[in-house]
């Protein structure tokens, strides 16, 4: 089993930034896949940016020009940063990874709230 561990979340005014990190709790597993979803209150969880183990990166239209996620494939962590953040970036962020055979895992969420 493997956990992914989540931090960099909090509250930011408007047109702030965040840097959002999830790392997997062992080496011993390998991600084809791995992105960052968020869920704001009373709403669903959408995918918010995504990137391969190839590097191959894929961004919500709301979120295009102002985040970045990025990998460090030595271990497997993913970067969220965050940047002109606005109030309805609100929610909580999930990272999730998928490994080549297709089983996928779920972080537990970080908050991030974004009000003056």
């Known amino acids: 089993q493997v956990q992914l561990v989540e931090s960099g979340g909090g509250l930011v005014q408007p047109g702030g930034s965040l840097r959002l990190s999830c790392a997997p709790s062992?080496?011993?597993?390998?991600?084809?896949?791995m992105g960052w979803s968020r869920q704001p209150p009373e709403q669903t969880r959408d995918l918010v940016a995504s990137?391969?183990?190839?590097?191959?990166?894929d961004y919500a239209e709301s979120v295009k020009g102002r985040f970045t996620i990025s990998r460090d494939n030595a271990d497997s962590t993913i970067y969220l940063q965050m940047n002109s953040l606005k109030p309805e970036d609100t929610g909580v962020y999930y990272c999730?990874?998928?490994?080549?055979?297709?089983?996928?895992?779920w972080g537990q969420g970080t908050q991030v709230t974004v009000s003056s």
């Open positions: 990137i391969t183990a190839r590097g191959k990166t």
């Open positions: 999730n990874a998928v490994t080549p055979w297709g089983q996928a895992y």
């Open positions: 062992t080496t011993a597993f390998s991600f084809s896949y």
